[in-house]
C-alpha cells in the first residue's frame, strides 16, 4: 500500500525520506512542493532527482479530498462539502473578511460531545478524520482560491478548527496537521492565527499546551454545571471548575495571553443576566486566580430538531453589556454564510440525505466545481 504524503508534517515526511535513503533537503523540497506549490504530480517537481520521483511513485501518493459540492453565499463566504466515505461528508468554510481570510476546518466525521444545540452533535459521531484529511481542507482551499484570484501570495491567513468534530478527541492526527499548517515551508500560519476550538477535553488542553501551543477558544454557554451538563454532555466528565483550572494552565503556553470563551445564545435557557452575572463570577472569583479570556457570543443558529430558539438580538447585546461593564472584552459573532447552512452548528454534512442536499442546493447559489486544483 502506498502512503498519502498528506498525512505527514515535515518531520514524518523527513523519516519517510530518510527511510528510502533520502537526505533531509529532499524531504523538505518535497514538502514545499506539495503545500506551498500545491503540486499532486511527482513529475511537476523538477528539482528532484528523477531517481527519487520514480522512488515515490512506487510508493507515495498525494491525494486531497473529493469535493462533493461547493456553496457560495451572497456574502462571499464559501462552503465546500467533501466526500470521506461510507456515506459520509466533511464541510469547510471560507470566510472572507477585509484583513483576513479564515478557514474553518473539520476534525471529524460527526461528534462523540452531542451538545444539544449542535446538528454534528445530533448526528452522532462516524469517525476521526486523518491528518491528511484535515489538511486536505486546507491544502484544496487555499489553491482553489489562489487560483481563482490569480495570486501568488497567500489567501488564507487564518484557520479555525470549528467545523465538524472535537477536535481534542481526535488529537493524534490534529496534531501534525496543526504543525504542517505552521510550518513555514507549508502554510506558515502564525500561532495566534491558528485556534483550536474545543468543548473542554481538560487531559488534552494540557497536552495541547506542550505539544504545539496554539491559540485556544473553549466552548462554554453556560456559567453553572447543571446547566452546562444538560447542554454540553461533555462537563459531567469535566466540570467547570476543572475546566478553568485548565484554562488557567494553558495560559502559561498560549500564544496569546486569553482565553476565548464561545457562548452560544439559547433564548430562555442561558441568556438572562443572572447568567452573565454567574459568568463574571466563574472567570473571576473572589478567591484564587481568574482566567485571563475574552468572550465571544453565538447567537444560535437553530436547526429543526434541536427545539431551541436563538436569542433576540436586544437580549444579546444587554448580555454584552453585563460583561462589558465588568471589564470583560466580548464580541458579538456576525453570522456569515447563513443562506448556505455554513453557519456555526449548521454544518451536517450527511450526504446518505441525497434529497435534502438536492433541495438545499435548490435554493444555493451552487458553483459548478473546476478540477482540483494544480
Ligand atoms: N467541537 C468544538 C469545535 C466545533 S463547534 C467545540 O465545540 O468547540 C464550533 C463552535 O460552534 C462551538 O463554540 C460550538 O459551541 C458552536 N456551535 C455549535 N452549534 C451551534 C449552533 N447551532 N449555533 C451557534 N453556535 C454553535
Ligand atoms: Fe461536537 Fe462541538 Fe458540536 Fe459539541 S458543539 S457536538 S463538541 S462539534
Redesign the pocket.
Known amino acids: 500500500m502506498t502512503v498519502n504524503l498528506l498525512d505527514f508534517d515535515r518531520q514524518g515526511l523527513t523519516e519517510f525520506c530518510e527511510g528510502l535513503g533520502e537526505k533531509k533537503f529532499r524531504a523538505t523540497q518535497l514538502f514545499r512542493w506539495i503545500h506551498h506549490k500545491g503540486a499532486r504530480d511527482f513529475e511537476q517537481m523538477s528539482d528532484l532527482a528523477k531517481s527519487l520521483r520514480d522512488k515515490l511513485k512506487t510508493c507515495a501518493h498525494i491525494t486531497p479530498l473529493s469535493p462533493i459540492s461547493l456553496h457560495e453565499s451572497a456574502d462571499g463566504t464559501l462552503k465546500w462539502l467533501f466526500d470521506v466515505g461510507d456515506g459520509n461528508a466533511v464541510e469547510t468554510v471560507f470566510i472572507p473578511e477585509d484583513d483576513r481570510g479564515t478557514l474553518c476546518v473539520s476534525s471529524q466525521a460527526g461528534?462523540a460531545?452531542g451538545?444539544r444545540?449542535?446538528?454534528?452533535?445530533h448526528q452522532g459521531f462516524s469517525r476521526n478524520l486523518s491528518t491528511g484529511e484535515i489538511v486536505a481542507q486546507l491544502w484544496f482551499a487555499e489553491h482553489f482560491l489562489r487560483q481563482r484570484l490569480g495570486s501568488q501570495e497567500r489567501v488564507i491567513s487564518n484557520v479555525v478548527?470549528?467545523?465538524?468534530?472535537?477536535?481534542l478527541q481526535n488529537y493524534s492526527a490534529l496534531v501534525p496537521a496543526l504543525r504542517t499548517m505552521l510550518d513555514d515551508h507549508a502554510y506558515g500560519l502564525s500561532r495566534r492565527r491558528l485556534t483550536v476550538?474545543?468543548?473542554g477535553v481538560v487531559p488534552m488542553m494540557d497536552r495541547l499546551g506542550e505539544d504545539c501551543p496554539v491559540a485556544l477558544?473553549?466552548?462554554l454557554?453556560a456559567p453553572a454545571d447543571s446547566l452546562r451538563d444538560s447542554l454540553v454532555p461533555l462537563n459531567r466528565k469535566y466540570p467547570l471548575a476543572e475546566l478553568m483550572a485548565a484554562c488557567q494552565r494553558y495560559l502559561a503556553h498560549a500564544p496569546r495571553d486569553f482565553i476565548t470563551f464561545?457562548y452560544?445564545m439559547l433564548d430562555g435557557v442561558n441568556d438572562q443576566p443572572e447568567h452573565a452575572q454567574a459568568l463574571i463570577d466563574l472567570v473571576r472569583p473572589q478567591q484564587g486566580p481568574g482566567v485571563s479570556c475574552k468572550f465571544n457570543l453565538?447567537?444560535?443558529?437553530?436547526?429543526p430538531a434541536?427545539g431551541l430558539k436563538r436569542s433576540a438580538q436586544a437580549q444579546v447585546l444587554a448580555f454584552a453589556e453585563i460583561l462589558q461593564r465588568a471589564g470583560l472584552v466580548t464580541t458579538v459573532r456576525k453570522t456569515r454564510g447563513d443562506d448556505i447552512d455554513a453557519?456555526?452548528?449548521?454544518l451536517a454534512g450527511d450526504v446518505k440525505d441525497r434529497t435534502d442536499v438536492a433541495s438545499r442546493m435548490a435554493r444555493q447559489r451552487v458553483i459548478p466545481l473546476r478540477a482540483t486544483p494544480p
Open positions: 461528534c460531545v451538545c444545540f449542535c446538528s454534528t452533535g478548527m470549528m467545523g465538524m468534530g472535537e477536535p476550538s474545543t468543548s477558544a473553549v466552548s454557554h464561545e452560544c453565538i447567537p444560535f443558529n437553530p436547526f434541536s453557519a456555526c452548528g449548521q
